[in-house]
């Protein structure tokens, strides 16, 4: 698989950390090992100045003989690499060690240098001391004490540079093993990102192609636990929903070229018999108001539509006021109350109080009362009965529009708010399949709830919420 630039974008950033991070745990990783191997050495070297003084108080009390003293100095020299001056109360250097060409014995130190020392304090110095050594040495300085007090002092000399190659040592040592290290991290981190990261980005960018060029049949592993899971899920959730939206559309547009197929159709055969002869001049008449229902019928379907689209983008704002609900529906009754009276159908109102105060689109309010009785009378059988019933619960106002039609089937339930949705596929009737996809849409931009309730042979209700005032 073809690795692109995000990879090894990747690849470079990881190696730039690494690099950065290798830089700074070096210099901090060289900052600790001298501070510890200096540290260490000055321990060692008070140590073994400490026993020096031991050695010397011995000496004084005639324990041990001078060949005695001299040999145990030579042996400290070394097992410590450092050079051992003693040095009497007034600076003088009447014993050392070292190599023969470089002996001090008989020198004087300057008072700046012993000062401090026959105070009693110790001392410890980095440098040349006093340009006597021509290496850097690391000198550390005690008080020679006695039964007699302070008679003297000692100084231990250790080269610099030996403490240097020891640390480095050491310090090479972690480096190799911190090159290791990150060349096995490198290594890790190559196959970790070719494998969780540019593996499943480069199939998800080969699936979003599929998705832009209309092919939705993709899916990708979301198994993962994290960032890459979660896209892979929403392209996948994406992909479906286009699926279906794209099904939708389809259905759609097959459902509005029926639709408006099918009164054209008439149209265009009535005035095409009319203007032929075929039709007689008697029953012109007739079918004119034929062809002037259908185009009604093109008009409604069109508006329908229209509103719908409009809904649903948002291009149509809710103009919110506060109003009487029973009002509008009294006022919509009378409006289809000619439709009732040719279906021999009782209305029965159910008002829980007179008014019923709402905060809603007033317009839009009637247009969903409009529908939802206009529904309930194309469906209820000749003679039957309409119920509409409102009242109030919890800061809500419910409406409700039931009838003793033919029902609904329960399969058909889930689909009734869909455009062009029939409840009966055989009926013929001149309804678009749109009233109730424009109720719900409204109900839901006002942030409300319709639900259907239906038994077939027994009826039909719908109820929807409202804010009450």
């Known amino acids: 698989m073809k690795r692109g630039r995000l990879f090894y974008h990747l690849i470079r950033t990881y190696a730039v950390i690494l690099f950065i991070t ?24 008070l140590d073994r100045a400490r026993e020096i003084n031991l050695l010397l108080n011995d000496y004084s009390k005639h324990i041990i003989s001078n060949d005695v003293l001299t040999y ?55 440098g040349y001391f006093g340009g006597r050594f021509s290496t850097p040495m690391l000198t550390v300085g005690i008080p020679i004490t006695t039964e007699n007090g ?22 090479h040592l972690v480096i190799i093993s911190a090159i290791i290290s990150v060349f096995i991290a490198a290594v890790l981190i190559y196959f970790a990102s070719r494998r969780k990261i540019s593996i499943p980005l480069v199939e998800m960018s080969q699936a979003a192609t599929k998705i832009s060029s209309g092919n939705f049949d993709v899916k990708l592993d979301e198994k993962r636990d994290d960032e890459i899971g979660q896209l892979a899920h929403a392209l996948n959730l994406m992909a479906r929903d286009l699926g279906n939206l794209e099904e939708m559309r389809r259905s759609f547009v097959a459902n509005v070229s029926h639709e408006l197929r099918s009164p054209l159709t008439s149209i265009r055969g009535y005035i095409t018999g009319i203007l032929d002869g075929t039709i007689d001049e008697k029953d012109r008449e007739k079918y004119l108001n034929v062809v002037l229902q259908e185009s009604r019928r093109l008009t409604t379907l069109i508006n329908d539509l229209l509103d719908l689209t409009q809904i649903q983008s ?15 529906i009294r006022l919509t009754v009378i409006k289809l109350e000619y439709r009732l009276n040719e279906k021999n159908i009782e209305f029965i109102p159910e008002f829980e109080d007179d008014n019923l ?41 419910y409406v409700s529009v039931r009838d003793n039609g033919a029902g609904i089937k329960e399969e058909d339930l889930p689909y009734i708010f869909e455009r062009f949705y029939k409840g009966d596929k055989a009926r013929t009737d001149t309804s678009s399949g749109l009233g109730l996809s424009i109720v719900k849409s409204i109900i839901d931009q006002h942030g409300e709830a319709i639900e259907v309730r239906s038994k077939v042979s027994e009826g039909t209700e719908f109820v929807f919420t409202l804010k009450a005032v």
């Open 357 to 397: 105060m709402v905060y809603a689109d007033r317009d839009r309010m009637e247009q969903v009362v409009y529908n939802l009785l206009d529904n309930a009378i194309k469906y209820c059988r000749e003679g039957g009965t309409i119920w509409i019933r409102t009242f109030k619960r919890d800061g809500k106002a």
């Open 150 to 171: 302070i008679t003297g002092a000692i100084f231990m000399h250790a080269p610099i540079y030996n403490i240097n190659r020891t640390m480095m040592g050491a310090f």
């Open 72 to 126: 145990e100095l030579q042996s400290i020299d070394r097992t410590t690499d450092a050079r051992v001056w003693v040095v009497d109360s007034r600076g003088v250097i009447f014993t050392e060690t070292g190599p023969i060409g470089q002996r001090f014995g008989g020198i004087r130190l300057t008072e700046d240098e012993i000062r401090n020392v026959l105070n009693g304090q110790t001392v410890i110095k980095k």
């Open 314 to 328: 948002g291009q149509i704002s809710l103009n919110m006021v506060e109003f009487d609900i029973n009002e509008v």
């Open 22 to 45: 290798m830089a700074i745990l070096s210099i901090m990783l060289y900052q600790l090992l001298q501070n510890y191997f200096y540290n260490e050495t000055e321990a060692m070297l």
